[in-house]
Nanobody, 122 residues
Framework: QVHLVESGGGLVQPGGSLRLSCAAS????????IGWFRQAPGKEREWVSC????????WYADFVKGRLTTSRDNAKNTVYLQMNSLKPEDTAVYYC???????????????WGQGTQVTVSS
């Protein structure tokens, strides 16, 4: 059975860093594209990044470039989202999900994890 489980969220001060993990089971990352999304209270789910299954090449939304880095460890079957220079507006629940082709459209992803809360506050 396919599962994605996010972890690593928490409370961090502005300017701080966090690394989120998305552990996959029931399939291997080599052949799957994984996306990160976030959803702040009262807002729609927003695409953050993808990492392509075949190549491992990451792809980012414009607003996160330079601060967030997506990577994967195939041996651990885990995708990571390293977040640096965090801002209060980064506060959201962060989700990972699987897709065949990254379009940034949440409806084209499935096997969503339960999410992990990131709160950026002093």
């Amino acid at each position: 059975q396919v599962h994605l489980v996010e972890s690593g969220g928490g409370l961090v001060q502005p300017g701080g860093s966090l690394r989120l993990s998305c552990a996959a089971s029931g399939f291997t990352l080599d052949y799957s594209t994984i996306g990160w999304f976030r959803q702040a209270p009262g807002k729609e789910r927003e695409w953050v990044s993808c990492i392509r299954g075949s190549s491992g090449i990451p792809w980012y939304a414009d607003f996160v470039k330079g601060r967030l880095t997506t990577s994967r460890d195939n041996a651990k079957n885990t995708v990571y989202l390293q977040m640096n220079s965090l801002k209060p507006e980064d506060t959201a629940v962060y989700y990972c999900a699987r897709t065949v082709r990254c379009s940034g459209d949440p409806s084209t992803f499935d096997n969503w994890g339960q999410g992990t809360q990131v709160t950026v506050s002093s």
